[in-house]
């Protein structure tokens, strides 16, 4: 049973969403050790007293549950395979939980190299975004040892409400892939709905306030419908973020000979919104696409 006094959390990656989730660590009493690439990005954390340490080798060295949160596969690999990386210095029966949106094969080899060292990995990626992070209610999708995922619920259950337990290594993974398949559609229906409602002349909000509840409804309607109308489009999600998502997604998909029309049509808007200079945006900012 992991507790306050026989753990120490290292984690890795504060950023949008990171940030808030090392925050309810430290809140529940964890000892918490912090690394991030911008080294400002732990500010926060470590005036409450996080320690920072200077690379993942240190955190390693000296945490017996590690948390990752970081942008990409290549910084997911370098950070658990590299020589100097995770895997290479954990201590032996230490979990480490990569929280990352990251590749299902990937997850699968850091599993079998941790697993040649005693060293327990889970692929936990989180669907929520930035208000999940925050309200700590993420959606978490867990892939490894069922017996590891158990004993590290107590942690988990400080991120999120929505813990379940997909399967083997890679399934964690796996499954957020269809998370975002499904977001990615979604979210070319919720642009087109408000500007249909903007075109046809009604109040946007008051479409908004009849139609979030009936069948239409989504996370993505109810949460991020809002910010397009009120201009915000700052990022709970990356546009960059959403896209490496995507092309994860594609790959796999063409691995498993299944075409995903919706998936490629939605990468598509998304890539010219790359070229219109908006990489940095949330995901709501598919909007202007028809504003454009």
Not at 102 to 107: G, K, M, N, T, Y
Not at 156 to 170: D, E, M, R, S
Not at 250 to 277: C, H, I, N, R, T
Request: charged fraction near 20%.
């Amino acid at each position: 049973m992991f507790t306050p006094d026989n753990t120490v959390i290292g984690f890795i990656g504060t950023g949008v969403m990171g940030k808030s989730m090392a925050g309810h660590l430290m809140a529940a009493g964890f000892p918490l050790m912090v690394y991030s690439r911008t080294k400002a990005k732990t500010d926060d954390l470590t005036e409450k007293g996080a320690a920072w340490l200077d690379s993942p080798k240190e955190i390693a060295e000296k945490a017996n549950v590690i948390i990752t949160m970081v942008g990409y596969p290549s910084d997911v690999e370098e950070i658990y395979l590299g020589e100097n990386g995770l895997v290479n210095h954990a201590r032996v029966d230490s979990y480490l939980i990569d929280m990352t949106t990251s590749a299902p094969s990937l997850a699968v080899k850091i599993f079998n190299s941790a697993k040649e060292k005693g060293i327990h990995t889970i692929d936990a990626p989180v669907s929520g975004g930035d208000v999940g992070a925050k309200e700590a209610k993420l959606s978490i999708m867990a892939g490894g040892e069922e017996l590891a995922v158990k004993a590290i619920m107590p942690i988990l259950n400080l991120l999120g409400t929505n813990i379940v337990y997909q399967g083997k290594a890679g399934a964690g993974q796996h499954t957020k892939m269809c998370n975002q398949i499904a977001i990615a559609s979604n979210m070319i229906g919720v642009c087109e709905a408000v500007i249909y409602a903007e075109k046809a002349g009604l109040n946007p909000e008051s479409v908004l306030k009849s139609i979030t509840t009936g069948a239409a409804g989504s996370w993505s309607l109810s949460n991020l419908a809002p910010r397009m109308l009120n201009g915000n489009f700052e990022p709970g999600f990356y546009i960059k973020h959403f896209i490496k998502d995507m092309k994860i997604a594609l790959d796999e998909a063409e691995q498993m000979d299944m075409k995903v029309p919706g998936l490629a049509l939605a990468k598509s808007l998304y890539d010219q919104l790359v070229e219109m200079g908006e990489e940095n945006s949330g995901t709501q900012a598919l909007y202007k696409y028809w504003k454009s």
